[in-house]
């Protein structure tokens, strides 16, 4: 456990954070969320912790990409979906379409229930 790693790792964990943060940020419904700085920042510091106490116990960069990627890539594409969905297809045909489609769904696996 280097200070260079740790410093290092602080930075990468600080980048993850700061994506996180954007992606939290371009995924609210623009006009009804508000933009907080507060927990901006705190994503950003909580990735950069979680960076820094990576590098103290010595775990690399490449394990904890490894580790990272089996967990938060589940995270990321979630709310890129959620993001463009607020934003491209919100209020369109597309969104009709599919609220019927889940429609069907529900009543194929739930049925009527009286």
């Not at 979630?78 to 489609?101: C, D, H, I, S």
Request: hydrophobic share 40%; charged share 25%.
């Amino acid at each position: 456990m280097s200070i260079q790693q740790i410093l290092s790792n602080t930075a990468l964990g600080a980048a993850s954070g700061l994506g996180s943060a954007l992606i939290g940020y371009l995924k609210r419904e623009d006009g009804k969320e508000p933009f907080e700085a507060k927990v901006f920042v705190r994503t950003v510091l909580a990735g950069a912790l979680v960076g820094g106490v990576a590098g103290y116990y010595g775990l690399s960069y490449d394990s904890a990409e490894r580790l990272a990627a089996a967990t938060g890539i589940q995270y990321y594409a979630e709310n890129a979906v959620k993001a463009l969905w607020r934003r491209k297809v919100k209020g369109t045909r597309v969104e009709r379409y599919y609220q019927q489609f889940l429609d069907a769904l529900n009543e194929i696996f739930e049925g009527d229930k009286e």
